[in-house]
């Protein structure tokens, strides 16, 4: 009897081929983008000790109380499937003793990221992440030019959104702004869902989260940050705004907007796009000034951000997909034995000088060979028969126009690396034509 078939986790899913060509695209533009900044790579590891995300993401966070897949490891540790990578790229930083040395840190990274969440689009339990962080410098100009950089990568990827930031005041101003929202909260609380009855208590900003449509008039009638800000916040928000301004950046000032951290101060931001439903941000961040201190480093300034790898792909223009659509450069259809040791040899030599090879090893046809070079949108077929062996000369058709012609092992080298010098197709000197 046949066992069942054993399925992946709900929500989760595996990444196909086809679908992995939009997010090479984008992780392609990420690392160019954020190098052109001066950002280096870091890794770091999917599990890390409860204790890190507890201490930095807040208890009271739906993230750390209600979504993380944490468990006892054989050494009865608790560990937790990272949530979020912000908190394990600061323990990197404070562990690894990266603030020796300059004045500024600039990392970025990739990686999946784990919540168990509702289901619905856009959202997964297994999601992708990509994301920079800065350590050092305080500056307003440092929160806007992060701010702009992101802004460049969408741009670069042809992808239209928006840039909304706030600023959600210290550890100086907040506290008495929180004191205010929840009185107002509790005289509201009847007419609020019940995970913003739970919010009103245990984090009482998340309230501007909510997205149930019963809960909007309350919200928009709740007093705002930015009128409690202190007067540092408000000057640091002023020049960050002045920044962006200068640097020609669109921007909406959202009074309402919040990040669902308790690591974040001062400025925040999200990019959105209209493509998306309700779950439309694709870039989250801000400053998170403090959070080192929290998980046992040195005082240390700090702002960055997240991408949605999920969500930009899904949105990604056809055009700039179609631009990361993988073809060989060349397959090799072979008739006979002797032909397909031939093809093997040269495949062998084509792809050591960095050219991709393809072919078919199930003995077809010629004409089923020819087939399957077109489904594969390869950019050229070399033929190799008997009388191509004989001669040490073989038959080189270029697909996209059916052109084809003889060419010696050497000239179809040369050939090869002028087609990767100047553009697919297209040779330093012109073939010989076989009419």
């Known amino acids: 009897m046949a066992e069942s078939l054993i399925n992946n986790l709900p929500g989760t899913r595996d990444l196909l081929p086809e679908e992995l060509v939009a997010w090479h695209v984008v992780e392609d533009c990420a690392r160019r983008i954020f190098r052109q900044y001066g ?31 944490t468990f006892l490891d054989r050494g009865n540790r608790s560990v937790t499937l990272r949530p979020e990578a912000t908190a394990s790229v600061v323990r990197a930083y404070i562990q690894n003793a990266l603030y020796r040395g300059s004045g500024i840190t600039k990392l970025f ?10 289901k619905q689009k856009g959202r997964w339990r297994q999601f992708y992440q990509a994301g920079v962080e800065v350590f050092g410098p305080d500056h307003p100009a440092i929160d806007a030019e992060v701010i702009e950089m992101a802004l460049r990568f969408t741009e670069s990827l042809g992808v239209e959104a928006s840039l909304q930031i706030n600023s959600i005041g210290c550890r100086r101003c907040r506290p008495p702004y929180l004191e205010i929202l929840r009185r107002r909260l509790q005289g509201e609380i009847s007419g609020l869902c019940e995970d913003c009855r739970r919010r009103a208590h245990t984090n009482s900003l998340r309230v501007f989260d909510c997205k149930v449509e019963t809960c909007q008039p309350i919200i928009l009638n709740l007093p705002s940050i930015a009128d409690n800000l202190c007067s540092e916040c408000s000057e640091h928000f002023s020049r960050v705004k002045k920044h962006l301004d200068d640097a020609g950046v669109a921007y909406e000032t959202v009074p309402g907007l919040v990040r669902g951290l ?40 700090a702002i960055g951000f997240a991408v949605g790898l999920d969500r930009l792909a899904m949105i990604l223009p056809e055009e700039k997909r179609r631009s990361g659509v993988w073809r060989p450069d060349l397959f090799i259809a072979y008739k006979g034995e002797a032909a397909f040791r031939r093809a093997l040899l040269l495949a062998r030599d084509i792809r050591r000088r960095e050219r991709s090879c ?10 089923s060979q020819m087939r399957l070079a077109n489904k594969i949108n390869a950019a050229h077929v070399l033929i190799v028969g008997d009388d191509e062996l004989s001669r040490d000369t073989y038959t080189l058709k270029r697909m996209h126009d059916s052109r084809q012609w003889e060419v010696t092992p050497p000239e179809l080298t040369e050939y090869l690396a002028s087609c990767a010098d100047q553009g697919e197709g297209q040779p330093r000197s012109g073939p010989r034509r076989i009419e």
């Open 358 to 367: 393809m072919l078919d090893f199930s003995d077809a046809s010629l004409k």
């Open 39 to 69: 950002f280096l790579e870091i890794r770091t590891p999917i599990i890390e000790p409860t204790e890190l995300f507890a201490r930095g993401i807040g208890e009271d966070t739906d993230i750390v109380g209600k979504e993380m897949y």
């Open 109 to 118: 990274y990739f990686g999946p990221m784990f919540r168990y969440e509702k």
């Open 262 to 301: 308790d690591y974040y101060v001062r400025t925040a931001f999200e990019i959105v796009s209209r493509e998306l439903g309700a779950q439309n941000t694709i870039i989250g961040g801000g400053r998170y000034d403090g959070l080192s201190e929290v998980i046992g480093g040195p005082p240390v300034k």
